[in-house]
């Protein structure tokens, strides 16, 4: 028994030395190349330690922006665990990547295996063909046509949040908790829009279509871990068979679609929102707009978690610069007054407040709920004027976040200052140093939908209420580093005045 004993332990001292020099080698990646990097990526973590422990993704390229900034490089290359990724921060080159030669950089290398896991078909993880195929398909469901014809669905989710204010309101004032309030108010517009289900989450905060896709955005260690994994090994994952999306969120939207497109069809319901567009597009006869109810799935899946937190995002951290800067929030009600009255608000008025538009803009500049873009070179790419090639597979990182909030395109980035967004002083800015909604072809095709609804919120809001800080209001703001997005942490307290 000696010998096997020996054996064992001599095939496991093998084992973790040959590990321990994958991983050594690994993390030399870049500088055996002789391309530009930190140069201190630890074992196994890469440059990237402390994500979701200590501090937030944004935080982490914030400050690797910096470096490779001081160093007038272009482009540094950094290690994502074992992922060899590279952080790029010149401007021309994010135009070239993201329109110019679109053609090597069209995915964003996520895992996604809609024939094991229907849910990750959707368009923001879809690849190549199937990419562009399903967006060509979408296009035409979110054109300002469409959006004029959901507004009066928006616009009654927002008198339910106007009541509610109201009925908080104690003695003409109250602090709440906004980020919950408008989470409420955009989760409640979602499922309207996308499902015609009233989930009425503005006064029921534990209801499933809060609790469950709220999963998705508090990840644990072990939930990016995981997604890290798919993403290494993408093709032993498709072969496996493995699965991205958690059973219960799965089946929660796989019962809530199916049940509600069984309903529409049976009971001939027409409703002006998403989901009745897509159930047109699953009942054509062209087959260049048929689609799948997998693919419906899939897209509404998307279309609800993109659209609930990140418009609430937005919209939180707007209010919360309007309650520090009185000036601008009296601005911006006095325009709202001139521009929509005290009547009903239209779908015109509301895109034609041209202030609001750029307080939004402010908003996104400083606080871009998503942190970083993402792409993968299809093949190596020489980059122009350079030296420097990007091996093919590697993953790319546009940190919006850090360029938006660079002084050499911002200057005294962390004033909030509306008037960055006239039109001569865009104007004077490279067209890609202002990337909230990503830019080319890949862009987030529900930009416009995302902004009505945070339009109509903001205003329903700033017509009735004065926004102030509160006895309990945080300053400053700081992230939840438990977040899938850039959110800020807990509910963030702001109160609310009566005009």
């Not at 196994?44 to 390229?61: A, C, P």
């Not at 928006?154 to 004032?173: F, N, P, T």
């Not at 400053?476 to 438990?482: E, G, T």
Request: hydrophobic share 40%; net charge neutral.
């Amino acid at each position: 028994m000696e010998w096997l004993l020996a054996i064992v332990i001599t095939v496991l001292l093998a084992t973790v030395a040959s590990l321990w020099l994958f991983l050594d080698k690994r993390r030399s990646y870049w500088r055996d190349r002789n391309f530009p990097c930190t140069g201190r990526s630890a074992m196994i973590y890469g440059d990237y330690k402390n994500w979701s422990r200590t501090e937030h993704l944004q935080e982490i390229n914030f400050r690797l922006y910096q470096e490779f900034k001081a160093r007038k490089l272009p482009v540094g290359g950094t290690m994502l665990y074992i992922i060899p990724t590279v952080l790029v921060l010149d401007p021309e080159l994010i135009k070239a990547i993201m329109v110019k030669d679109f053609a090597n950089f069209h995915d964003r290398g996520i895992y996604n295996n809609p024939e094991v896991d229907p849910l990750s078909g959707h368009l923001f993880a879809l690849e190549g063909a199937a990419w562009r195929l399903l967006r060509t398909k979408l296009s035409p469901t979110f054109t300002s046509g469409k959006m004029k014809m959901m507004f009066e669905t928006i616009l009654g989710v927002s008198d339910e949040l106007r009541k509610y204010l109201h009925e908080e309101m104690v003695q003409g004032a109250a602090e709440l908790h906004m980020k919950d309030v408008l989470a409420g108010y955009t989760t409640d517009v979602i499922g309207t829009c996308a499902f015609g289900i009233e989930c009425n989450s503005l006064r029921d905060p534990e209801c499933d279509f809060r609790r469950i896709p709220k999963k998705l955005f508090e990840q644990s260690v072990g939930q990016m871990m995981w997604m890290i994994f798919l993403m290494m090994f993408k093709g032993v994952a498709t072969k496996l068979k493995l699965k991205a999306m958690p059973d219960d969120l799965e089946g929660f939207f796989v019962r809530l679609v199916r049940g509600t497109i069984d309903h529409r069809e049976k009971n001939n319901v027409q409703r002006n929102d998403f989901m009745n567009l897509l159930i047109q597009m699953k009942n054509s006869n062209n087959p260049e707009e048929k689609i799948t109810i997998d693919e419906i799935t899939a897209q509404a899946l998307i279309f609800f978690i993109a659209g609930f937190e990140t418009s609430s995002t937005v919209m939180v951290n707007c209010l919360y610069e309007l309650a520090q800067n009185q000036t601008i929030q009296d601005k911006l009600r006095k325009e709202i007054r001139q521009v929509c009255g005290e009547g009903k608000l239209t779908y015109d008025n509301v895109c034609g407040i041209e202030y609001l538009n750029m307080v939004v803009d402010e908003t996104l500049r400083k606080y871009p709920p998503v942190d970083s873009l993402i792409r993968t070179s299809i093949k190596s790419y020489q980059i122009e004027d350079s030296d420097l090639k990007l091996p093919e597979r590697t993953v790319i990182f546009i940190p919006i976040h850090a360029i938006h909030n660079d002084p050499q395109y911002y200057p005294d980035p962390e004033r909030f200052d509306p008037e960055r967004f006239t039109a001569e002083n865009r104007a004077k800015r490279h067209p890609f140093v202002y990337l909230p909604f990503g830019e080319g072809p890949r862009n987030c095709i529900g930009m416009r939908f995302g902004l009505m609804q945070t339009r109509v919120g903001l205003i329903s809001i700033l017509r009735e209420f004065r926004v102030k800080f509160g006895p309990n209001t945080p300053v400053p703001l700081k992230i939840d580093i438990k977040s899938g997005i850039v959110s800020p942490l807990g509910g963030v307290p702001l109160l609310l005045e009566k005009l």
